[in-house]
């Protein structure tokens, strides 16, 4: 893929394999949580550009926990 002529959504979208094939290639396990981790980075970051945005658990208020169970508002 040439640098500049597609949209950061696109790109994104193709590099996710790739990061995942390096990912099953690795022997390393830090290395494999570190690919992981670049991995959800770049999810999240997709779709946050989506139509339907919603910034998941980080609008959510923790009031406490019953039970062992946490409870989110």
């Known amino acids: 893929?040439?640098?500049?002529t597609k949209s950061t959504r696109e790109y994104i979208k193709a590099r996710i394999p790739q990061l995942m094939d390096d990912m099953n290639k690795a022997t390393d396990?830090?290395?494999?949580?570190?690919?992981?981790?670049?991995?959800?980075?770049l999810t999240w970051a997709y779709e946050m550009q989506s139509e339907?945005?919603?910034?998941?658990?980080?609008?959510?208020?923790?009031?406490?926990?019953i039970g062992g169970k946490e409870i989110w508002s």
């Open 29 to 41: 396990p830090y290395d494999k949580q570190w690919y992981n981790r670049i991995i959800q980075e």
């Open 52 to 65: 339907n945005k919603t910034n998941c658990y980080m609008e959510q208020t923790h009031v406490g926990a």
């Open 1 to 4: 893929m040439k640098r500049g």
